[in-house]
Nanobody, 125 residues
């Protein structure tokens, strides 16, 4: 089992940056694809970014809305996945969750096996 604890959220002005971290426990972290999702009030949880397992190359995938602004990365030695968020916009305001999935990545939340508690990101205009 992989437990995750997110950190790094907060309040930032439009155009600013934040870096989210997700520290995972468990000896098999490197064998899980890791994803970031977000959920704004009254909206469905949506895919933000994902990174594949290390042995498949650590490939990254992004939602169109964040492409070019956000970067996902993982440090398997530290069991941690990061989401660097630059050029933040008010529409990025949401609770951001990290999630772990066995095997290949997906941009569908329902396929992820383990979730963190979420961290709030608020972008003011």
């Amino acid at each position: 089992q992989v437990q995750r604890v997110e950190s790094g959220g907060g309040l930032v002005q439009a155009g600013g940056s934040l870096r989210l971290s997700c520290a995972a426990s468990g000896r098999t972290f490197s064998s899980y694809a890791m994803g970031w999702f977000r959920q704004a009030p009254g909206k469905e949880r949506e895919f933000v970014a994902a990174i594949t397992v290390a042995w498949s190359g650590g490939n990254t995938y992004y939602a169109d809305s964040v492409k070019g602004r956000f970067t996902i990365s993982r440090d398997n030695a530290k069991n941690t996945v990061y989401l660097q968020m630059n050029s933040l916009k008010p529409e990025d305001t949401a609770v951001h969750y990290c999630a772990a999935k066995r095997g290949t990545y997906s941009d569908y939340a329902r396929y992820y096996d383990y979730w963190g508690q979420g961290t709030q990101v608020t972008v003011s205009s």
